[in-house]
């Protein structure tokens, strides 16, 4: 009885003193523009800064916010400048992010560049893309981080809001007004030298603005002022290539998985093929192999014989092919993540190619190339 008596007393005294200590106040919205996290440890969110591809995702998470809009129907134009100081701008005319304020009173702006946020977008928006390898980015905050400049400027319903930031704090309060100005959002950035010792690959960023333009045709995509083709879709990059033979395109809305794809052949024996998921280029995957299985049951249908290997090999000389599936929770292998290992999209590729074959006459001409080239060599 005098032990749990002792104990008792002890208690009372260390529930009293821990009533003594004062826990330390929330944290204040101002902490937030801070960011130091990505700026001690700026790979784990945009990933190598020596060799130039995080740099590079800095400008893609930016471009990513307005292919957003894009699909969603509310932007048509982007436009994308590196100038001589590598400062990079991109503008778009869409909706622009709305000039409001939260329930602190902070403005939705400063939110947005300020907050290191780890959701898929802060306001768990659809549809949305990452134009950069899946796994890195956090928001335009991580490119604001890592910015020695960053200027953002937004128009949205006939209000307009300014923010500027130095190496992840803000250089003063964000700047409200009325105005008459269309809608649309002007990101400009430069990056901080003391992080990224690498300048932009302009030749890289045009070659992957064209891939953006030739997949969404009726996007008006920019580089340094002049507009990239993409008009006709996939079936016109491939006449961009030099396929002039028979063709086959078609464009399966997305159920599970959407497809988007144009196969054509050329006088050669290399095989040509690229594969995207979600506007993200891949290396190989299930969408590629699904493209294989069709052209191999099209020439086993036509009653052309072999094994698999062989008539792969066959159908594959000369193929120029580009390949482009939507999915909503892609999965990848690792470690570089840019092999697709979602299985749907092996018999939704393979599918939509068998139906366009069979399904269309004006696809007959194809048809017969497949069985051509299946047939060489036997």
């Given at each position: 009885?005098?032990?749990?008596?002792?104990?008792?007393?002890?208690?009372?005294?260390?529930?009293?003193?821990?009533?003594?200590?004062?826990?330390?106040?929330?944290?204040?919205?101002?902490?937030?523009?801070?960011?130091?996290n990505?700026?001690?440890?700026?790979?784990?969110?945009?990933?190598?800064v020596?060799?130039?591809?995080?740099l590079?995702?800095?400008?893609?998470?930016?471009?990513?916010?307005?292919?957003?809009?894009?699909?969603?129907?509310?932007?048509?134009?982007?436009?994308?400048s590196?100038?001589?100081?590598?400062?990079?701008?991109?503008?778009?005319d869409?909706?622009?992010?709305?000039?409001?304020r939260d329930?602190?009173?902070?403005?939705?702006?400063e939110r947005?560049?300020?907050?290191?946020?780890?959701?898929?977008?802060?306001?768990?928006?659809?549809?949305?893309?990452?134009?950069?390898?899946?796994?890195f980015?956090?928001?335009?905050?991580?490119?604001?981080?890592?910015?020695?400049?960053?200027?953002?400027?937004?128009?949205c319903?006939?209000?307009?809001?300014?923010?500027?930031?130095?190496?992840?704090?803000?250089?003063g309060?964000?700047?409200?007004s009325?105005?008459?100005?269309?809608?649309?959002?002007?990101?400009?950035?430069?990056?901080d030298?003391?992080?990224?010792?690498?300048?932009?690959?302009?030749?890289?960023?045009?070659?992957?603005?064209?891939?953006?333009?030739?997949?969404?045709?009726?996007?008006?995509?920019?580089?340094?002022?002049?507009?990239?083709?993409?008009?006709?879709?996939a079936?016109?990059?491939?006449?961009?290539?030099g396929?002039t033979?028979?063709?086959?395109?078609?464009?399966?809305?997305?159920?599970?998985?959407?497809?988007?794809?144009?196969?054509?052949?050329?006088?050669?024996?290399?095989?040509?093929?690229?594969?995207?998921?979600?506007?993200?280029?891949?290396?190989?995957g299930?969408?590629?192999?699904?493209v294989?299985?069709?052209l191999v049951?099209?020439?086993?249908?036509?009653g052309?014989?072999?094994?698999r290997?062989?008539?792969?090999?066959?159908?594959?000389?000369?193929?120029?092919?580009?390949?482009?599936?939507?999915?909503?929770?892609p999965?990848?292998?690792?470690?570089t993540?840019?092999?697709?290992?979602?299985?749907?999209?092996?018999?939704a590729?393979?599918?939509?190619?068998?139906n366009?074959?069979?399904?269309?006459?004006?696809?007959?001409?194809?048809?017969r190339?497949?069985?051509?080239?299946?047939?060489?060599?036997v």
């Open positions: 009885m005098k032990r749990l008596t002792t104990t008792s007393t002890r208690t009372r005294r260390l529930l009293a003193t821990l009533r003594q200590i004062k826990p330390p106040p929330p944290p204040t919205p101002r902490e937030w523009t801070l960011l130091e990505v700026r001690k440890r700026p790979g784990m969110y945009v990933g190598d020596n060799d130039g591809t995080g590079s995702r800095c400008l893609w998470q930016v471009v990513s916010n307005a292919i957003d809009q894009h699909l969603a129907g509310r932007l048509r134009t982007i436009s994308v590196i100038d001589d100081s590598d400062t990079a701008e991109v503008v778009d869409g909706l622009g992010i709305p000039v409001v329930e602190h009173g902070l403005p939705l702006l947005i560049c300020c907050e290191l946020h780890l959701r898929t977008t802060l306001d768990d928006h659809l549809p949305h893309v990452h134009f950069t390898e899946p796994g980015g956090c928001g335009l905050a991580s490119t604001a981080a890592v910015s020695a400049l960053f200027e953002i400027e937004t128009v319903d006939g209000r307009a809001a300014k923010l500027v930031m130095e190496r992840g704090v803000k250089a309060d964000v700047v409200e009325d105005t008459v100005r269309p809608s649309g959002t002007r990101v400009r950035f430069r990056a030298p003391q992080i990224f010792p690498a300048r932009f690959d302009e030749d890289a960023i045009r070659a992957r603005l064209e891939e953006l333009a030739w997949w969404a045709p009726h996007l008006r995509v920019l580089w340094q002022g002049a507009v990239l083709p993409g008009l006709g879709g079936d016109a990059w491939l006449r961009s290539m396929v033979g028979p063709e086959l395109a078609t464009r399966v809305p997305a159920h599970s998985v959407g497809v988007d794809l144009a196969l054509g052949y050329v006088d050669s024996d290399r095989c040509d093929i690229r594969t995207f998921v979600n506007l993200h280029p891949t290396l190989e299930t969408h590629e192999r699904g294989f299985d069709a049951a099209v020439a086993r249908m036509e052309v014989r072999g094994t290997r062989q008539l792969e090999a066959r159908v594959s000389r000369g193929l120029v092919a580009r390949v482009h599936v939507w999915v909503t929770a999965r990848f292998g690792p470690p993540r840019d092999q697709l290992r979602t299985p749907e999209a092996r018999p590729v393979g599918e939509a190619i068998v366009a074959i069979v399904h269309r006459g004006t696809e007959g001409a194809f048809l190339e497949v069985k051509n080239r299946a047939r060489a060599g």
